[in-house]
T-cell receptor, first 112, second 111 residues
């Protein structure tokens, strides 16, 4: 049972570099989410998707982009990395909106 | 944006003690969820609540959906060392809105 799989687990980026955080789920969930977790700040929603081809902004979308070409995958892209994007990123999925979400193990990103 | 107030921020307790934590919202929620996050891991769902007044248990954990629909409580009985971690509440407003998370309660258990 893979659940939600995130890659990579760790990454160090230089300011201005770009990268894509990968997220895949095998539970056939329509809803997928990207959160960032800063120390002592809980989880903040970056983007979410209610199904393939549909995405929407969350609380903190600036500096990020997403796409949802398939039900299984929901990659998060950082185009011009900034130190403020240093954080732990979690992908999650759920069967429907607002019910229990299943989380991946996270990607720890450091921008220097 | 919408906010949840979760308290306490952190707790240090002796093994065997009971633990209580809560979340409050300024708006009415129709779903409350409680998650636990172990170090280096993603949050894992503990208990889901969908009706005002609902009281649900999961082993030594008990959570309640407040009657006012603006709060929720999580209790852990007879704490053990593996209860260490960060506990998050999350809530959902009515309509097509994503979950909102509290800032977490960091629990430390002293053996």
């Amino acid at each position: 049972n893979a659940g939600v799989t995130q890659t990579p687990k760790f990454r160090i980026l230089k300011i201005g570099q770009s990268m894509t955080l990968q997220c895949a789920q095998d539970m056939n969930h329509n809803y997928m989410y990207w959160y960032r977790q800063d120390p002592g700040m809980g989880l903040k929603l970056i983007y979410y998707s209610v199904g393939a081809g549909i995405t929407d902004k969350g609380e903190v979308p600036n500096g990020y982009n997403v796409s949802r070409s398939t039900t299984e995958d929901f990659p998060l892209r950082l185009e011009l990395a900034a130190p403020s994007q240093t954080s732990v990123y979690f992908c999650a999925s759920s069967f429907s909106q607002g019910v229990e979400a299943f989380f991946g193990q996270g990607t720890r990103l450091t921008v220097v | 944006g919408q906010q949840l107030n979760q308290s306490p921020q952190s707790m240090f307790i002796q093994e065997g003690e009971d633990v209580s934590m809560n979340c409050t919202s300024s708006s009415i929620f129709n779903t409350w969820l409680w998650y636990k996050q172990d170090p280096g891991e993603g949050p894992v769902l503990l208990i889901a609540l969908y009706k005002a007044g609902e009281l649900t248990s999961n082993g030594r954990l008990t959570a309640q959906f407040g009657i006012t629909r603006k709060d929720s409580f999580l209790n852990i009985s007879a704490s053990i060392p593996s209860d260490v971690g960060i506990y998050f509440c999350a809530g959902k407003y009515s309509g097509n809105t994503p979950l909102v998370f509290g800032k977490g309660t960091r629990l430390s258990v002293i053996a």
